[in-house]
């Protein structure tokens, strides 16, 4: 039987939990080698990958599965409540089998998948406008061309604008309360900017849950699930440091006020 709780969503990490020396200050996100207590989390939350049936996923490491092969950075945090209990939260990064929510997992800052949302609106549009430039340039007359010319600047525009509204939805929280958008986040860096997808890895949604709900983190750590179909990079099992390029400046922020492990050359 699962020791997975659907809620709240912390899952105890058992009396084994209790032979591991607490770590004296939180892991740093961008460390190779994850505390002990993290490396019982990630044992814990693997074993839940290989034995659950909830959903499906086309990880690439079952015979026989079709369709595209999408291995999947997972994360656990390790915490500890006000009321003095210590588990673990559990993330995935992006969406999973198709949607961000799932029993056992903390969910999204922002869910874009919701029904009737701007988001699907505004890419039911930009679905639109694609059909009617393909449809115009099998014409190729100058009517079409100049009418093709106007859309595509058209669809430029609209991808900024929603672009920036879906930005707008995401505020990330540290362990003062402080809440910070991503755009305020990312204003200082490079273009000012976010990149796109920022936001949706599993550091920052384990640690906006931790926040909202009084929990103090510990210990973190990311793993690869699956096979890589795009870089020998991402190797299964694998443990990996939080991405610099989305979750460096949003990881300033929300472990701000917190003191961390030293970060290796």
């Known amino acids: 039987m699962s020791t997975f709780l659907t809620e709240p969503l912390l899952i105890p990490l058992g009396e084994v939990a209790a032979a591991c020396a607490l ?13 002990a207590l993290a490396l019982l989390a990630a044992e814990r939350l693997q074993q839940h990958l290989k034995q ?17 092969i999408i291995g999947k950075m997972f994360g656990v945090l390790v915490v500890r409540t006000a009321q003095g209990e210590m588990g673990y939260l559990a993330a995935f990064s992006g969406k999973l089998a198709g949607g961000f929510h799932h029993p056992a997992f903390v969910p999204p800052i922002f869910d874009s998948l919701t029904e009737g949302s701007f988001l699907n609106s505004g890419m039911r549009e930009l679905t639109r406008i694609n059909q009617e430039i393909s449809m115009l340039q099998e014409q190729a007359t100058i009517e079409s061309k100049t009418r093709v010319d106007a859309l595509q600047k058209l669809r430029k525009e ?24 991503l755009r305020d986040i990312f204003r200082q860096r490079a273009n000012g900017n976010p990149p796109a997808g920022a936001g949706e890895c599993a550091a ?18 990311e793993f690869w699930w699956g096979l890589s179909p795009k870089s020998a990079y991402w190797k299964h099992g694998h443990f990996y440091p939080a991405c610099r390029e989305k979750c460096e400046p949003i990881l300033e922020h929300m472990l701000q006020g917190i003191a961390l492990d030293e970060e290796p050359e």
């Open 204 to 221: 920052p949604k384990l640690l906006q849950y931790a926040f909202q709900n009084d929990m103090k983190p510990l210990a973190m750590a």
């Open 158 to 181: 609209n991808s900024v604008a929603l672009q920036a509204m879906l930005f707008d939805q995401y505020h990330f929280l540290n362990q003062a309360g402080e809440a910070k958008s």
């Open 52 to 68: 659950q049936q909830d959903w499906e996923h086309n990880f690439g490491l079952e015979p026989g599965q079709e369709g595209a």
């Open 23 to 35: 770590p004296e200050k939180f892991s740093n996100p961008f460390r190779h080698t994850p505390h």
